[in-house]
């Protein structure tokens, strides 16, 4: 059964980190295109970061480059994203998505995916 589970959301304060993971089952995750996405009620699904699969590259949306990083550990079957310098405006559902067959810049965007998790809640307060 091929099942992507999110987990390491949390409360934190402004200005902290925090460190998801997308766990696979049922296939190999280093041979899927990585995505990180967010929303927020009411506003459609945005592209945070995303891994490619043919070569590698990692991508960053505006509002999180320099801040967030994405990686892969392999051998845990995890794609992980760390989230430095946290804001208000990061306050999100995260979700977490794969698909074989997307190259490039174009993990940025959701729709292509075939597979994605169930969320995992971030909240920014003081």
């Known amino acids: 059964q091929v099942q992507l589970v999110e987990s390491g959301g949390n409360l934190v304060q402004p200005g902290g980190s925090l460190t998801l993971s997308c766990a696979a089952s049922?296939?190999?995750?280093?041979?899927?295109?990585v995505g990180w996405f967010r929303q927020v009620p009411g506003q459609e699904r945005e592209g945070v970061s995303c891994?490619?699969?043919?070569?590698?590259?990692?991508y960053y949306g505006d509002s999180v480059k320099g801040r967030f990083t994405v990686f892969r550990d392999n051998v845990a079957n995890t794609v992980h994203l760390q989230m430095n310098g946290l804001q208000f405006e990061d306050t999100a559902v995260y979700y977490c998505a794969a698909d074989p067959v997307i190259y490039g810049s174009d993990c940025l965007t959701p729709g292509p995916y075939d597979y994605w998790g169930q969320g995992t809640r971030v909240t920014i307060s003081s």
């Open positions: 891994i490619s699969v043919m070569d590698a590259g990692t």
């Open positions: 049922g296939f190999r995750l280093k041979d899927y295109a």
